[in-house]
C-alpha cells in the first residue's frame, strides 16, 4: 500500500497516546543515521527507553544494507522497506532437540495441567525475538561526503505482522521525512489507539485518513513464549484441514513466492523439503529486501506447520550470532537456521552450512520488491500485454554443463558474478509437480498486468504448498482427535490421550503407504522423509502445541457433559463396586476445580460446576451402605464437602440411606 495523499496531521492535535495499547503492536520507533565519524546512531527512539543499550547497537548495525546501492544515478533518492529478527537479551538459548524420540506426549506425564486453562497473564513473559521492520533511504549526492547519507525509520515489534508494518513504513517512512520527529509521534498515537491483535482476523487500522485493511497470521503459526495457552486461543489453534483457502494459514503469506523464486520455481520442493525437516540454509541475494523475501517466503512454504527453526530475514556480521556461527570447527553440525545475507562473506566465514541458496538479481532494487505485487520479472524480457505460459528450463546440453559448472565451483563462484542457484548433496524425497508449474502465467514486464499476474501466480503456488503439508501431516490426525462420552457411559471417566512412539508410527505408516495425493509425487525414499521430520527440530513444538489443542478440546467436552450428567439414571444400572468408583471420580474432578479456583485459573462457570460436582457427590454418597459412608467420612476434607446434603435421590431397587452431616468416631 502506497501513502494515501490525503494523509494529514494538521487534524491529529487531539490525538493522545496509549502507552499501554502502543506496546500490543510496537515496541518502538527508531530513526537510525549512518555518522562518517561514529557509524550507526539511533537518533529517536519512541517512546524513549524502551531498549537495551546493548539491543540499541543491534538493532543499529541490522537497518542499513551492507553497502550504499549501486545502479543508482549521480544525484538521485533510493528507498527500500526490509526486516529483520533478533534474539532478545535475557532470553535462553532454545533447547536442543533430542533425535531420540520415544515418548513426547509429554504435556500428560506426572500431572494434568494440559488440561486446565493457562493464566493469562503467563502470556505476558518476555518474548525471545523482536522483529525490526525498515524503511530505508539512501540519498545520492556528489557534494556530500563519501557521495551520499543514509537514514533508516524502523518499527520494531514482537509480532512479525509483515502484512501490518510494511505498509504503514510507506506511510510512516516518507512522512518523516517530510516532517521530521512528528511524524513519530501522530504515528505512535494512532496506533495506540487500534485494537487489540486478534491473530488470524483481518483488521481495519485507520492511520489518519489512510485505512490499513491486514489479515494476521493466525494462531498456530506465531510461536508462544513458554508454550501457554489460554481457552481463547487453543480453540482457534491450527484447524487440521483449513476451510476457507484465502485466510492466512501461517507466516507471512503476503510473501512473493513467484518473484522471489522465479528462476529456482523446479527447486521449490526441494526447499519446502527442507525447511519441513529444519536443515540450515544460508540465502545469499544482492539487496536485503530480496533475502527478507527469500527468507519469508520459505517459512511461509511449510504452511500450516508452526515454523520452529531459527529465520534471520537480514543477517549481518555485528549480529552476536555470527561469533557464535564462525567459531564452530571443520565438520561440527550448523545449528537448524535460515539465515539470509547479501554479504558474500558469509561464504567463507560459515563453511560449514550445508544448504547455500542464491536468489535475485542485482539489477532489480526498488520498493516494490518489498510487496506482495512484486513482479519478479527478469530485465530484458520483451515487453507485451498478452499473457503467456512461464517457460521453465527444459533438459538441454548446455542447461546440463552449465549445471556441472556451478557445481564444480561451488558458491565461492558468487564472489565474482551473481546466479540463481542452489548448492546441496540432500537427496529429495519430493518430486517437482510440473503440472503446477504449467498453470504458472508470464506476464513479462508489463506494468499493467504483471501485478495481477504476480498475485495469480503466487496463490497457485502457496494453495499447492499448503495442500502438500497438509497431506504430509495428516498421517499425524489419530493423535489429535477428541472423545466424547457415549450414551449411558460415565463422564467422570476421562480416557487419557493416546501416546506417541516414533518407531511405532514409522511402522503403521510404512505398511499403510502416505496416502494417494503424496504417493504419486514422492520417491521411493518417502519414508526417510517422516524420519527426519521427527528428529527435526519442528516437530516436537508442533505435536506438542497440537496435543494441548486436542487435550483441552476433548476436556471442554467431557466437562460439558459431566454438567448435563444424571448421576441418578447413570446409577440405576451400576453395582455397588461401580458406585464407590464413581462418587471417587466425582471427587477428584471436584478438587480438581476448586485448585482452580484457589490459584485464580477457574473457568468462568466454575462456582456453578463446583454446585454441580458437589451436589452429585452428595447424590452418590446417600446410595452407599450406611458403613462405606463411616468410612469415607474419616477423611475431614471429605467430611467437609459433604455437609449441607440436598434432598436425596431415591433409587429403584436400592434402600435409601439418608446421612446429612455424620462425625467421624
Known sequence: MSRSPSFSVKSEVNVKLDPESLQKWVVAFCIIRFDLEQGQLIEECYPPDCLTQDEELEVAFSSFPDSISQHQNRSSIHDCIFFFRLRRKGVSQPRNISSEITEVDELSQNTNDSKLPRSKSSLGTKPKYMYGFVFNRQRHDERLRRGGEQKSVVILSHSPYSTVFKPLLQIMGPLYFDIGRRALEHIAAYVSMWPAPVPGKQMELPIGNAMLKAHLPPVHSLVMDGETFSEESTS???????????????????????????????????????????????????????????????????????????????????????????????????PPMVLGVTNLFFLKALRNIPHIVSVGNPAVNRLAQTSRSSSGSVPGAPE?????????????????????????????????????????????????????????????????????????????????????????????????????????CSPFDEPSRPQFSADEFLANLSTRGPGKFLAKRMRSNWLDLYRRFLKGPNFMPWFQRRCAVAEQEQHRLWRQARMNSDIPRLMSKMPELEVVDLFNAIERHLLREMELQESRRAYVDSVATCQKLKGDLLTVFNVLPKDMQQLLLLNPQRASLLRGSPEPAKLPGRPLVQVGVVSPR
Open 236 to 334: 482457534s489453534m491450527a484447524p487440521f484441514l483449513p476451510n476457507n483457502q484465502s485466510v492466512p494459514q501461517g507466516l507471512f503469506h503476503d510473501s512473493d513466492l513467484f518473484g522471489t523464486f522465479r528462476g529456482l520455481l523446479l527447486q521449490l520442493w526441494l526447499l519446502w523439503e527442507l525447511q519441513l525437516i529444519g536443515e540450515p540454509i544460508l540465502i545469499i541475494a544482492p539487496t536485503p529486501p530480496q533475502c527478507c523475501e527469500a527468507v519469508a517466503g520459505l517459512v511461509s512454504l511449510v504452511a500450516p506447520l508452526l515454523c520452529s527453526v531459527d529465520f534471520r530475514p537480514y543477517f549481518t556480521i555485528h549480529d552476536p550470532e555470527f561469533s557464535r556461527l564462525n567459531a564452530l570447527q571443520d565438520g561440527a553440525t550448523f
Open 384 to 488: 507485451g500485454f498478452g499473457f503467456r505460459q512461464l517457460s521453465l528450463k527444459k533438459f538441454s546440453p548446455s542447461n546440463l554443463l552449465n549445471a556441472v559448472k556451478l557445481r564444480r565451483d561451488g558458491p565461492l563462484c558468487l564472489m565474482t558474478e551473481h546466479k540463481e542457484a542452489i548448492w546441496s548433496t540432500y537427496p529429495a524425497a519430493m518430486k517437482p509437480d510440473t503440472s503446477i508449474l504449467n498453470r504458472l502465467i508470464d506476464a513479462g514486464l508489463s506494468p499493467r498486468v504483471e501485478e495481477s499476474m504476480s498475485v495469480v501466480n503466487n496463490e497457485i503456488l502457496r494453495r499447492h504448498f499448503l495442500e502438500l503439508t497438509t497431506n504430509f501431516l495428516a498421517p499425524f490426525g489419530p493423535y489429535f482427535r477428541t472423545t466424547t462420552p457415549s450414551e449411558g
